[in-house]
């Protein structure tokens, strides 16, 4: 299976601030078949890009994704309040359909 | 407005069993694919099993084949999820989540999912 690698750990940014989010995949992605998601304490995921750079139906023109085959980026281009939360990448090129293990973004 | 809640999740003794559902609202339930997603306390995501719209393609994750079984009822717009054989690792949020039309793909929907905890 496909294995995701997500850097930082965590990332201490100040609101304003610009946040890039890395996922590595251990093979190809095929297609870049590749989504992101937010998910804020105590809430559920929610999709935020797929196709590596495709913003899913209400997300800000702020969040954006780009990268093919086995490297991806999440850019938040300036944080807002309700943008500190963990984002988890995701593969749907091959199955089993495989999660990163996230990214926390927390406030410095 | 598309709605996913699940329900059905609770304490559990280790070989035990739990059936979880989820129903759905604001979308056709029958030309979609759905999931079941689950996240242990703390954890990150992953991925348990995939419905197709009509039920004739089923797929499970490696760690809960053999013992767990998803179903539908497209008439009633619900989905569920038979946990046999439960352990203490399966102790998560579980959450459904819609598929995109034809296709295991990404996830565009989710519930606020059900905790299952499996202690003795």
């Known amino acids: 299976e496909i294995v995701l690698t997500q850097s930082p750990g965590t990332l201490s940014l100040s609101p304003g601030e610009r946040a890039t989010l890395s996922c590595r995949a251990s093979?190809?992605?095929?297609?870049?078949?590749l989504a992101w998601y937010q998910q804020r304490p105590g809430q559920a995921p929610r999709l935020l890009i797929y196709g590596a750079s495709s913003r899913a139906t209400g997300i800000p023109d702020r969040f954006s994704g780009s990268g093919s085959v086995t490297d991806f980026t999440l850019t938040i281009s300036r944080l807002e309040p309700e943008d500190f939360a963990v984002y988890y990448c995701?593969?749907?090129?091959?199955?089993?359909?495989?999660f990163g293990l996230g990214t926390k973004v927390e406030i410095k | 407005e598309v709605h996913l809640v699940e329900s059905g999740g609770g304490l559990v003794q280790p070989g035990g069993s739990l059936r979880l559902s989820c129903a759905a609202s604001?979308?056709?339930?029958?030309?979609?694919?759905m999931n079941w997603v689950r996240q242990a306390p703390g954890k990150g995501l992953e991925w348990v099993s995939f419905?197709?719209?009509?039920?004739?393609?089923?797929y499970y994750a490696d760690s809960v084949k053999g013992r767990f079984t998803i179903s539908r009822d497209n008439a009633r717009n619900s989905l569920f999820l038979q946990m046999n054989s439960l352990r203490d690792d399966d102790s998560a949020v579980y959450y459904c989540?819609?598929?995109?039309?034809?296709?295991?793909?990404?996830?565009?929907?989710w519930g606020q999912g059900t905790l299952l905890t499996v202690s003795s």
């Open positions: 093979q190809s992605v095929s297609s870049n078949y």
């Open positions: 604001g979308f056709t339930f029958r030309s979609y694919g």
């Open positions: 989540a819609r598929d995109q039309p034809g296709s295991c793909y990404y996830f565009d929907y």
């Open positions: 419905i197709s719209s009509s039920s004739d393609v089923i």
């Open positions: 995701q593969q749907y090129g091959d199955s089993p359909r495989t």
